[in-house]
Every structure is written in C-alpha cells, then in structure tokens.
C-alpha cells in the first residue's frame, strides 16, 4: 500500500509542476516512404534558448546517414567517414564550403551559422545526397517512417509551427500547447 502510493506520487507531481506541454504530430502523403524525414519546427512563438551543441553526419555504404539531419543555428556538425573509400562533403548552398576528402575514421566539422537548408554532396561520389536543415530555433523534431513526431517541452502558449521536407510542402500549423498535454497535430504533405 505505501509502495502504491509512493508510485503515484512520483508519476504525477512532474506533471503538476511542470509548465510545459507538447505537440505530437502525424505526417500524412500519398506514398508512404515520403513521411519519414519531415521536420517541423517553431516558427513562430518562443523559439527557445541559442545553444551550441555537436551533432553527427556520417557517411556510411555511400550514404548521409542521416539523409536529413536538423539542428539549431550555431551548432556542429562533425563529418564522419564509415566507409572505406574516401568521402568529400561538400554544399553550394549558404555561405557555400567544401570540407576535402577524408579516409575512413577521420571526421571534418563544420559549424552552422545562417538558417537554411544546406544539400550536402560529395565529389566523389555524385548520387550521394543529405541535407542539413539549419532551424533559428530550438524547437524542432523529425518524423520517423511511420510519420510521427513529438515536440515536448514547450512552454504553454500559441504556436505557428513551419514544415519541412525534401520533395514535399505543407502549409504552417498553428497549434495551442497547454501545461501538462500534448496538442494532437496531422500534416498533410502535399507536391511543392
Ligand atoms: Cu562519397
């Protein structure tokens, strides 16, 4: 009895004080290999704190893995190379850069300052193809192959929320969060 009532307690005294909510969405297409990779972020509403974080791109079987990686403005992006011919990363987008070509187990960084979404390429290579969404908030998830996603933490208020995705578009969402729940979102993707 005391057990029971000590599990209670704890499982629902974060809830009652914390002040954040979420939005758990679901992509919707006509093809299904098209919900994964969707990125939906705050575009409008508190974007959250600047941070400086170091997050991974790696190329592996003659891939960017992963093919859509989205970070916050100012972060890292540390370039590995899995495979065990050399890889060179590269974008014509933004303020434009080209890393080199690096053997297997070394890395390259590049650091994100510009919103934007940057196509990275390889010289070697010229069907390999990622993409870095550089987002200027903190608030941002990506859909897994099924089409979810959940944005968690949000402080209560009105959001607009903005959509990303490779081939496809879908209009802003405006969502309200309130303290303790998770708003229920759909995004239908629809051709650019
Ligand atoms: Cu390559």
């Known amino acids: ?24 969405g679901t992509v919707t297409a006509d093809a299904a290999k098209n919900l994964i990779n ?9 974007k959250g704190p600047a941070s400086a974080k170091t997050v991974r791109m790696d190329q592996s079987g003659l891939m960017f893995m992963p093919h859509v990686l989205p970070i916050q403005q100012g972060w890292t992006v540390d370039f590995y190379n899995s495979d065990s ?7 014509m987008d933004g303020e434009k850069y080209d890393l080199g070509t690096w053997p297997q187990g070394e890395k390259r960084s590049y650091t994100f300052t510009k919103p934007g979404t940057y ?14 969404v550089v987002l200027d908030t903190a608030r941002f ?6 089409g979810h996603f959940t944005l968690a ?12 995705h490779e081939k496809l578009a879908a209009a802003d969402l405006v969502v309200t969060v309130t303290a303790g729940k998770n708003a229920t979102v759909t995004v239908p993707l629809a051709a650019k």
């Open 1 to 24: 009895m005391l057990t029971l009532l000590t599990l209670a307690t704890l499982s629902s005294s974060p809830a009652l004080a914390d002040s954040t909510g979420g939005v758990t």
């Open 85 to 91: 011919v050399g890889h060179n990363v590269f974008t």
């Open 119 to 132: 196509r990275q390429l390889c010289r070697v290579h010229d069907d390999m193809l990622g993409y870095i």
């Open 141 to 146: 998830a990506i859909s897994d192959k099924d």
């Open 38 to 46: 969707t990125v939906v972020y705050v575009k409008q509403g508190d």
């Open 153 to 164: 933490g949000l402080p209560a208020g009105t959001y607009t929320l903005g959509v990303w």
